[in-house]
């Protein structure tokens, strides 16, 4: 990493799974590569048994079947090594902020030990190209590194090319920041209306807004006085930390107050609409006069 600035180490990370979604899915391969300040660098790769059947829909993109894993770990077995492993790193990869990061925060949870992405930075090539030159992974390294990608959707190559990606990406867009702090900040713009890092809860007119489920769109306070069943499911399911205690604490009838930054927007454009409402007001006068 000639062109990036760093001072802990970075671990680059790509997974494959039986699917999307963090809730239900399992990871079946896991490859990661720590690279530390001084240049060492140190990678894990392998795989894992999910405990669940592989759909066929998965096994067509990565070509892993239930076969390949039936004899290999639980992420259970393998977690608090690779928690260990992942101690005091910031994060990169490509596309990690949607799928890889929430995938194996939600694998630790399983596994009952603690692992967030907070007080990480998060390097992700993925947003980097597509904010840049909207493409895959596949077309970013042919664009960056000037090479065909072999073996695309094996874990192992993905992480070697987004590794490679980001190196390129830093050597041909000068107005990159060049630094980590700058780079996490390039690759996550802060969306004040977001409650937690996944966007499960959502800021809407200063109510904390349920965003999945049966009662997608509908305020916290609302599901609190109408359907407090609904939100005891929530605290006991496979939700963040974070969501369950801001939907503990409406069960007791505590609730969120709206961010500074979001209030003064909030009444900004309360002020604009006042003062667009006094210039529609005047001039309605103004033509009755």
């Given at each position: 990493?000639?062109?990036?600035?760093?001072?802990?180490?970075?671990?680059?990370?790509?997974?494959?799974?039986?699917?999307?979604?963090?809730?239900?899915?399992?990871?079946?391969?896991?490859?990661?590569?720590?690279?530390?300040?001084?240049?060492?660098?140190?990678?894990?790769?392998?795989?894992?048994?999910?405990?669940i059947p592989i759909p066929a829909e998965a096994t067509r993109i990565h070509g892993i079947t239930d076969d390949d894993v039936a004899d290999k770990p639980a992420?259970?077995?393998?977690?608090?090594?690779?928690?260990?492993?992942?101690d005091n790193c910031d994060i990169g990869g490509f596309g990690v902020k949607r799928f890889d990061i929430p995938m194996l925060e939600a694998e630790f949870r399983?596994?009952?030990?603690?692992?967030?992405?907070?007080?990480?930075?998060?390097?992700?090539?993925?947003?980097?190209?597509?904010?840049?030159?909207?493409?895959?992974?596949?077309?970013?390294?042919?664009?960056?590194?000037?090479?065909?990608?072999?073996?695309?959707?094996?874990?192992?190559?993905?992480?070697?090319?987004?590794l490679e990606v980001i190196e390129g990406q830093l050597n041909m867009y000068s107005e990159l920041p060049h630094d980590v702090v700058g780079l996490h900040n390039?690759?996550?713009?802060?969306?004040?209306?977001?409650?937690?890092?996944?966007?499960?809860?959502?800021?809407?007119?200063?109510?904390?807004?349920?965003?999945?489920?049966?009662?997608?769109?509908?305020?916290?306070?609302?599901?609190?006085?109408?359907?407090?069943?609904?939100?005891?499911?929530?605290?006991?399911?496979?939700?963040?930390?974070?969501?369950?205690?801001?939907?503990?604490?409406?069960?007791?009838?505590?609730?969120?107050?709206?961010?500074?930054?979001?209030?003064?927007?909030?009444?900004?454009?309360?002020?604009?609409?006042?003062?667009?409402?006094?210039?529609?007001?005047?001039?309605?006068?103004?033509?009755?006069?």
């Amino acid at each position: 990493m000639k062109n990036l600035k760093f001072d802990r180490p970075i671990a680059f990370i790509d997974l494959e799974a039986t699917g999307l979604n963090p809730s239900f899915d399992r990871i079946v391969e896991l490859s990661i590569i720590k690279i530390h300040p001084d240049g060492t660098q140190e990678s894990k790769s392998t795989r894992i048994n999910p405990a669940i059947p592989i759909p066929a829909e998965a096994t067509r993109i990565h070509g892993i079947t239930d076969d390949d894993v039936a004899d290999k770990p639980a992420f259970s077995e393998y977690a608090a090594g690779l928690r260990d492993f992942l101690d005091n790193c910031d994060i990169g990869g490509f596309g990690v902020k949607r799928f890889d990061i929430p995938m194996l925060e939600a694998e630790f949870r399983r596994a009952g030990l603690d692992f967030s992405r907070q007080g990480r930075h998060i390097l992700d090539a993925q947003l980097i190209y597509h904010t840049l030159e909207p493409r895959d992974l596949t077309a970013a390294y042919k664009k960056y590194c000037g090479k065909h990608l072999e073996n695309a959707h094996s874990s192992e190559a993905d992480v070697w090319a987004s590794l490679e990606v980001i190196e390129g990406q830093l050597n041909m867009y000068s107005e990159l920041p060049h630094d980590v702090v700058g780079l996490h900040n390039f690759c996550n713009p802060r969306d004040v209306n977001k409650i937690d890092p996944v966007g499960q809860l959502f800021w809407s007119e200063g109510e904390v807004i349920i965003d999945f489920g049966k009662h997608k769109g509908k305020s916290l306070k609302y599901v609190a006085s109408s359907d407090s069943e609904y939100l005891q499911w929530i605290i006991h399911a496979d939700f963040s930390e974070e969501v369950k205690a801001i939907v503990a604490k409406a069960l007791d009838g505590e609730f969120l107050e709206p961010p500074e930054a979001l209030q003064a927007t909030e009444n900004i454009g309360e002020e604009e609409r006042n003062s667009q409402d006094s210039k529609e007001l005047g001039g309605r006068q103004g033509r009755l006069i």
